[in-house]
Nanobody, 129 residues
């Protein structure tokens, strides 16, 4: 089992920045990739960004490309989401997710919720206009 704990959410004005963290514990050696998703009220959970643990290949949703950066610290088993130029439409609960090894398919499935095996409890990000 892998446990994920997010932190760093909060209230920020439009144009501002936040950095989210997700600390993994438990069987972290089984993690192949980690991702961030978000869910706004009344909407489905959507992909934001992902990173392969080995090699660091990153993936982004078009809506955040150029504004958000995902990174990881392998020594701390932590993944980060640096969010800049925030907009009111970025308001959502942000969830961290971990993926068990699926190297052949991950490149085509990284944006799918059911690709990920473990989820955190979420952290609220609110961007005021």
């Amino acid at each position: 089992q892998v446990q994920l704990v997010e932190s760093g959410g909060g209230l920020v004005q439009a144009g501002g920045s936040l950095r989210l963290s997700c600390a993994a514990s438990g069987r972290t050696f089984t993690i192949y990739a980690m991702g961030w998703f978000r869910q706004a009220p009344g909407k489905e959970r959507e992909f934001v960004a992902a990173i392969r643990w080995s090699g660091g290949t990153t993936y982004y949703a078009d809506s955040v490309k150029g504004r958000f950066t995902i990174s990881r610290d392998s020594a701390k088993n932590t993944v980060y989401l640096e969010m800049n130029s925030l907009k009111p439409e970025d308001t959502a609960v942000y969830y961290c997710a971990a993926d068990q090894p699926n190297p052949l398919m991950y490149g085509r499935r990284y944006y799918l919720r059911d690709e990920y095996d473990y989820w955190g409890q979420g952290t609220q990000v609110t961007v005021s206009s």
